[in-house]
């Protein structure tokens, strides 16, 4: 006799039940988000402020004045992460073969020798602002790489204490949200075109989602070239996961968890990433879907409703990002630290903007 995985009680029901609670309130923001941006439309004919941005805000305000509990979490997290790996894949569909190579080769080359110069000088400037050498490392990687996922992937790596990659972690959150309200007025106020713009929030914004947040107020060309410069980007992590795993002993005993808090923490044994987790799934995805597209075979008529999937699983992201940040958390991680992450970024920003002039983007 087949087994009902669906029956009442099942572990399949268990967990889907679990997911909604949190999903409900994903959900429930996104439709606060998309009512915001229509009242824009209503009151001065445009939206101001898009609904991505706004769902970050929303979600934000939310955890900040409250902290849900832990039946909310899986929710939360589910469309933090879940929703937005099928919203890349699916923005895939977007991107053809002429998009890439209106981008040119000398921006893909660049983007290798922007990570390289960003990882050398925010190391440098954590150790000149005291930080300890993987905590330096930590927010040198996440700051020129990817974010959270960058210092998740190479704290194994260099035996980072757990502390410290909380407290690099915690900043990447608040500070990657300020970055995307930010990012737009900087574009604006610098007269940048779409693939310029693009190009620059690929180049600084740190998660995937964040930069098409980031990129939308300039429209659709900013965010399918700030996408493809940010997935470039994001594949950076394999080669410098690897070189690390090849430094990391000579990085020393040093640790920040006695610099950060006074509490020694055992370090996690030092393990080499899998392949598939330097090449993450919805980044072959969106590859992928690359290809698809530019031999037509995704036909035309689909294209539509999978770039509006995209955004409305972008948007339910968005409000999952928000939800999962408390601005609080950048008082408790100490001034040497946001010194270190706010000037890597600023760093990494003049690097970036210095490339697209020197490629010449149009």
Known sequence: MVRDTAAPGSPVLSRVGGLLPGLALCVAVTALAFAAAE?????????WIE???????????????????????PGIGFSAKILLEVAVVLLGASVSAATILSAGPALLLGIAAVVAMALLAGFGIGRLLGLPVRMAVLVACGNAICGNSAIAAVAPVIDAHSDDV???IAFTAVLGVAVVLGLPLLGFGLQLSGVQYGALAGLTVYAVPQVIAAAAPLGATAVQIGTLVKLVRVLMLGPVCLLLSLLAPRLGGEGAGGATSGVTVERPRRTHPPVHHLVPWFIQGFLT????RSLGLIPHAALPAMEHAATLLTVVSMAALGLGVDVRTVARAGGRVTAAVVLSLLVLGGISLTLIRLIGLA
């Open 39 to 47: 009242a824009e439309v209503a009151l001065f004919g445009q939206a």
């Open 51 to 73: 609904a991505l941005v706004l769902a970050i805000l929303i979600g934000t305000v939310i955890r900040t004045a409250w902290t849900p509990s832990a039946r909310w979490h």
């Open 166 to 168: 909380a407290a690099s």
């Open 289 to 292: 879907m690359i290809v698809l």
